[in-house]
Structure formats: C-alpha cells, structure tokens
C-alpha cells in the first residue's frame, strides 16, 4: 500500500516512464484519496529489477485528468505523478495514441484518424513525461521508457540528459513500412524513437519493420541490428540497438495461485454455477477490436446454428473487459458484441443458463485464475496481437497439464507457444474446426501439449524479460564513454605567432590543401545589421589569389544564407560557397568531385517545406512579442535572431526558441550566437566541410571560424588539419587569434609560403 510521503526528486538509478504508474486512486467516504497498487505484469517485472538497484521511480499518469497528485513512495518505488488535462485525455491519449497509433500499428482492422491537433497534444505530452524523467534520473542512470503513447520521450529526454542510458519497448505490433508510411509524423516518430539507445520490441518481425522503415524513411546506415544515426551539428553520431525481447508473466505467481485450496474450489463452483457442462470454451480479452472477439462469436455461433456443438453440455464465458469507452470504434464494438452475444443467446441458450456468457466487467486475479483453471479451451483469436498475456496466464494456470489454448497466428505469442493450435482467426471455417479440434483433443495428446507450452513458459518470466533487456542496454550506448567534444583551448589567449608559422608552414608542404573559412566576426567584424557588414577586401583578395594556385581549393562556409553570402563576397567561380551551415552549397568548380555531397541529407520534400513554414510561422510569432528580435527565411532554414532585442528580450526570444524545439524532434536547432536556426535538413559545416575536403581529395585543411557553430568543424581536426579560433572562449581548434585583422594576417603569411613553395 503506497505512503504519500513526499519524495525528493533527484537521483534515481533506474527510471521507469509509462503512460500509467502502478495505481489506482480510490476515494474514502471521508473524501480523502487513497492510492492502491494495480499488479499488473509490467509492475511485478519492475517490481524485480527495483530490487536490484539502490533506488527507482515510475513517471505516469496517475489516471485522473487535471492536477497531478504530489510524488509518493509505494512499494519501495518513489512515483512520480505526471499531469494530464482533460484536453490531453481526449487528443494525447485517446485520440493520437488510440485512435491513430493503435489502429495503424495493428495492420489497421479499423481505420486511423489522422488529426494535426492530437499530434500537437501527442507532442506537448510527451514532453511532459520525458522532462520529469530528465529531473528524477541520476547522474549516468537508466530511464526505461514504455510503448506507443510515449514514443517521442526517447530523444525529448536525450536532448535534456545526455548522460543517460534510455531504452524503450513497444509492447504493440510495429508495422510494415508500407502501413507505417500512412503515418503523417512518420519521421518525427523514428526519430523520438532513436533517442534511445536500445529500442526493444515483441517479435523478431516487429524488429524488421522498424529497422527497414528506419533505413528507408530516414535513410540512416542499417547494420544487423544496429542504427548508424549521423551526428547533427557538434553531437557525435551514435548507435541505436533494435532487439526482441517477447514480454511474459509472472509464471511463478500464477501458477502458486493454483495450489490455492480457496481458488481451486472457486473454480469447482464456477462449474456448478454454470450446470455442470461436460465442457467450458473460455475467452478473455479487453473489449478491443484487435482481439478477434466477433470472429470467435461468429464461428462459435456457426457451429451452434449448425447443431455441431450442443449448448446443454458446452459452454462459452467471455469475459470482456471495458476498455477505451470514449473512443468511437470501442463504442461500436460493444454495441456489435452485445448483439451478437444477445442473438446466440436467444437462439440456442437453454432455460435457465446461458450459451455464451458474457461478462463486461473487471474480475480480481484470483477469480481469472479460477477461470482458467475451469476452462477446458480458451481462445485466443486476436486478429493483430503485440505478444498476448492471456495465452502465457491459461498455460500457467494448469500445473495439472489438462485443457487446449487455441492461439492465433497473428498474436505475438504464437512465435512461442508452438504447441498451441494455431489458427488463421479471418477463415472462420478454419476456427470453426480448431475448436473442434481443442474440444475432441485426447487427454494424453492435452498432456503432452501443455507440457511443452509449460516448459516455455515457466522458464521464460517477466522476470526474465525484464533483466535480459536491461542487460542488453547496459551493454548499448555506455555513457561513461561517450566523449564529448573535446577542449583544446580556452579562455581567450592567443597562440603564439611562432606557433601559428610552424602550423602554416607545415600545412604548404601538403600537396592538395582546403583553405576554408567562416564569414562574419573572420573575414568581416560582426554588426548590429547583418545586411551593413563590411568584409576585409584585402581578406578576400588573398583568398581569391590562393584559389588561383595549383593543389590548393578555397571555400567559404558561412551561416548566411548562400544568396547572401554571395553577394556580400563576390568570389569568383574557383571559390566554393556553402550557406545555411552546410545546407545550401554553391556550384563546385569542374575539378571536385559533386558526388560526394550527400544530395538526401539536403534535399528539400514537401514535408520539410511544410515543417519550415510551421516554424517560420512559430519564430515570428515569437519576435512579435520581443521588439527588436527578427526571423530570417532560408531556403531550408528559419532563424530568429536577438541582436538588437532590447533588455531581456533576447534571452527570453531565445529561451522561447529553444522551448519550441522540443516539440520539433524532425529539427537541427544550431543555437549561435544571439542567434537560433532552425534547419529542416540535417547537416553542419562540419559535414560539409568533410564532405568538401573529400571532393577536392584534400591532404589537409585550414579552417578560420569564431562561433559555436565552427565546433562542428574544429571538432573533425584530423592529423595535419589546421583549425584556427578567431577569438576568446572554449575551442577544439588548435589555434587561436584574436580578430580579423588577425585573420588577414595569417591568409598573407598562407599566400606568400604557398607560391614559395611552387
Ligand atoms: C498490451 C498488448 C501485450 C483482462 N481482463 C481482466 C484482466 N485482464 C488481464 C489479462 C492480461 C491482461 O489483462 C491483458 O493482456 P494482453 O496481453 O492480453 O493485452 P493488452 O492489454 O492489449 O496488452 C499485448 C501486452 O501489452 C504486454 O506487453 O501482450 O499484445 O496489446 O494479463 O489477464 N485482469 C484482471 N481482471 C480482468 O477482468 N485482473
């Protein structure tokens, strides 16, 4: 039973985040709210694996739309409440989640609805759970992260805690990339899900899909089971495992249940409720359609009609509990049941006792077990299944080896339970005769069955899957050894001038040299207006007479858009031109090679077109509220820029900026200085310098740049490359001046040892 003693949020090794924590609210007569653990599977796993660590919490939704209750210890967790609006119950949880994501990740029996405003609530949610699990997990800690609902917190919580291991299960069915295509957020969702560094799913197919929806959607390098995903900006690419992991029970609980004098006679009463029938067909399933309820009605309804099944001496249970009521398809499901379950009824149900009997209720687990321990078929016939519990809880619950699971082949469970008899739920005639089939098995053919499902079963627990994919994700992504980029320099003292001279020379004696380097605040001074800024001419002049040498390439990489770099440069055709921080780059002159140029990383779809009006629109609305801040448009880019904000306007514009794109997971964010860019192609001047250096078949590279954004080339320094910070502040480059007329400086001193050399 949970204390409400507040917790202290900080420092949990092992963080579970799942749209539901463990409990149920209850209100005592005296108005007061008690809180009560629901024990389902998922808890008794964590339950386990709490156990082995100094301390876990649980992030959900305690069930309840409004304000969230304060956190609380229950059962040696600290649970922390996440709040959900009416609103977000309504789009985030029924709508996005259930009404989009459910159907189309189940092979759509029904149709999606796509609506944009449950993505927006899909996304402000998601935020929501991922920034409590960012402030409640220790240093180097584990965030678990469960199911569809929350798909988007992998990478929502990688962008605030680097430092953490996150891994994610789905515990529904991925799709097929065809199916998986329809999704309008497609990308948005495999890139929340590559924020982790181990994504875990139920069967080795649902793996498959999501590795070649990965690969063709994203266009990320595939290997085994391994995500290359690229690094964006200064960030380091990364791996992401994708691994199965089929979930299962807590065989041991169920199976003690059994041995229960009071639950075995439960079970002995059921059958006397029910008049002794020679036999009891039993289903159990949450009211969803997935689940292949009204297939199993209508075959049973079929062998009624058919006389091949007599109603005195077989009956069926079907316990159906409510699910999901506000949402249409549910509605309409009940209703189709009900009539269904009403009809067989009339037709066939002896006086006094019924055919079906139908339950739509909730039953406690002793009852479930009672259940399955009086039933000598149960039914599994989901038309779409992530793994299905209910088939693993039957084999469970007969220790005595007795009675037949009728399992569906599109239920998770059948790459398992092999033992079962499979069927196709869609051919109702094949239905029809595997329960036929179940209900004339021998009792020593049942033996043998159940003891191989046992087998499974009993050895493969919750437990089990809980430990053997947090042991997997251990072995992932190990924060210790992520290196961040390295600090060459800092502060703001210059190099000595003998030791920029030795670099230089050095650099001449390569044959085939990249001179590269950023505009504003290295070639021009940085001003209040961008459109006024004056570049050194001589600067310019040297770096068109050095594109004139043999062996030697000259590029200007620049945050401006490249119209704008152009025309505030003039360079003539020799000197390559890379704007928008790699994401537009200019003609190449005949001799380099354009292939390399990753034309899919950079190509503008309608989808990015779409994107960056949206964040076009979001940024203005945003320097609206803070006069003096500004949005500039690039063909692939939006940026909001701060210098002439007035007071805190800046600071707050920015923090707005940066806010907003959390919900943007399809997004490069450069944040620069007094400036924010919002990139809908993924790339930096670090990519495009590689790939530049690889078009000219550089043996080395000079690179002059003075702001965060020249880390993503300075961060790429190979053996022989000279990479040169132009002013004060943390640096991975190896040298550092002080201004422009530095930079003049050492573009002369570069010119005169070149042609010396030649
Ligand atoms: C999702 C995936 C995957 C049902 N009625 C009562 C009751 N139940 C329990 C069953 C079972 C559980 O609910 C249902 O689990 P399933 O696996 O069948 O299905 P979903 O709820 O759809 O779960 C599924 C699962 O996640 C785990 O990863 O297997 O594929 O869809 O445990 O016993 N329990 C009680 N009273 C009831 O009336 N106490």
């Not at 969230?68 to 609103?87: K, R, Y």
């Not at 038309?383 to 998770?412: C, I, T, W």
């Not at 809980?466 to 992520?482: N, V, Y």
């Not at 290196?483 to 044959?511: C, K, N, T, W, Y």
Request: charged share 25%.
């Amino acid at each position: 039973m949970p204390t409400t003693a507040p917790v202290t949020p900080t420092g949990h090794e092992l963080v579970v985040v799942a749209n539901r924590l463990p409990v149920d609210s209850r209100t005592l007569p005296d108005g007061a709210t008690e809180w009560v653990t629901s024990p389902g599977g998922l808890v008794t796993a964590m339950e386990s694996v709490m156990r082995t660590v100094d301390s876990g919490a649980w992030v959900g939704w305690a069930g309840s739309p409004g304000e969230a209750p304060e956190p609380f210890e229950a059962d040696g967790m600290s649970l922390f409440p996440v709040a959900l609006s009416a609103e977000d119950v309504e789009k985030y949880y029924e709508g996005f989640s259930n009404a989009t994501l459910w159907p189309l990740y189940h092979d759509v029996i029904v149709d999606p609805e796509f609506h944009r405003g449950w993505w927006d609530s899909y996304v402000a949610a998601n935020r929501r759970f991922a920034r409590t699990a960012a402030e409640v997990a220790g240093a180097h800690g584990t965030v678990w992260v469960h199911d569809y609902q929350l798909q988007l917190a992998p990478r929502l919580i990688r962008e605030q805690r680097d430092d953490l291991r996150i891994g994610f299960f789905n515990h529904i069915p991925f799709p097929s990339v065809e199916l998986f295509s329809q999704l309008p957020k497609r990308t948005q969702i495999l890139r929340g899900l590559l924020g982790a560094d181990l994504v875990g799913f139920q069967r080795e197919s649902d793996t498959q899909n999501f590795l070649t929806s990965v690969r063709k959607l994203l266009g990320h390098h595939v290997d085994g089971q391994t995500v290359h995903v690229p690094g964006i900006g200064s960030a380091p690419g990364r791996q992401v495992q994708a691994r199965t992991f089929p979930i299962s029970i807590d065989s041991a609980a169920v199976s003690e249940l059994t041995q229960q004098e009071e639950i075995i006679e439960r079970a002995a009463q059921l059958r006397r409720d029910l008049g002794e029938p020679r036999r009891i067909v039993l289903g159990v399933d949450r009211l969803d359609y997935t689940k292949g309820i009204r297939h199993r009605l209508k075959a049973w309804g079929e062998l009624l009609d058919e006389g091949i099944i007599d109603p005195q001496d077989t009956v069926m249970i079907q316990v159906a509990t409510p699910s999901r009521e506000r949402v249409d398809a549910y509605r309409q499901l009940r209703d189709e049941v009900e009539l269904t379950v009403g009809r067989i009824n009339g037709d066939h149900a002896p006086i006094g006792r019924p055919a079906v009997s139908y339950q739509h209720r909730s039953f406690d687990r002793r009852d479930m077990t009672a259940l399955y321990m009086a039933a000598d078929v149960v039914l599994v016939t989901a038309l779409r299944d992530g793994m299905n519990l209910v088939a693993k809880e039957y084999v469970a619950s007969r220790p005595d080896l007795r009675g037949v699971l009728v399992l569906s082949e599109f239920a998770g469970a059948a790459d398992e339970l092999r033992a079962a008899i499979t069927v196709n739920p869609h051919d109702i005639d094949a239905l029809k005769g595997a329960i036929l089939r179940a209900l004339e098995m021998a009792p020593e053919d049942q033996e043998e069955a159940m003891t191989s499902l046992r087998h499974q079963v009993m050895e493969h627990d919750v437990q089990a899957w809980a430990h053997s994919f947090l042991e997997q994700l251990e072995q992932t992504g190990s924060p210790e050894t992520r290196q961040p980029p390295r600090i060459r320099l800092s502060g703001d003292a210059v190099s000595e001038p003998a030791a920029v001279d030795a670099a230089l020379q050095a650099l001449v004696e390569r044959p085939r040299l990249l001179i590269a380097s950023d505009f504003d605040g290295v070639l021009a001074p940085i001003v209040a207006d961008r459109d006024a800024v004056e570049p050194d001419q001589r600067s310019l002049a040297v770096l068109r007479e050095l594109a004139t040498l043999p062996g030697v390439s000259v590029a200007l990489v620049s945050g401006r858009a490249l119209a704008d770099l152009d025309q505030h440069t003039s360079m003539p055709s020799s000197v390559v031109l890379v704007g928008s921080h790699g994401a537009e780059v200019g003609a190449l002159p005949a001799e380099m090679h354009a292939e390399v140029l990753d034309s899919a990383a950079l190509t503008m779809t309608p989808e990015r077109r779409e994107l960056l009006d949206s964040i076009t629109l979001a940024l203005q609305r945003i320097a609206l509220a803070h006069p003096g801040a500004e949005v500039e448009t690039k063909p692939a880019a939006a940026v909001l820029h701060t210098r002439n904000a007035r007071g805190r306007g800046g600071a707050n514009a920015t923090e707005e900026a940066l806010e907003l794109a959390m919900t943007l997971p399809d997004v490069t964010v450069t944040p620069g200085k007094e400036v924010v860019e919002f990139s809908v192609v993924h790339t930096s001047k670090g990519a495009a310098m590689e790939a530049l250096s690889r078009a000219c078949a550089a043996d080395a590279w000079l690179y002059l740049g003075d702001d965060v954004t020249d880390e993503t080339v300075f961060g790429r320094l190979g053996e022989g490359d000279v990479g040169i910070k132009v002013g004060g502040g943390d640096t991975a480059a190896s040298l550092r001046i002080a201004g422009t007329d530095e930079v003049r400086g050492v573009l002369e001193a570069l010119l005169a040892a070149r042609r010396d050399r030649a």
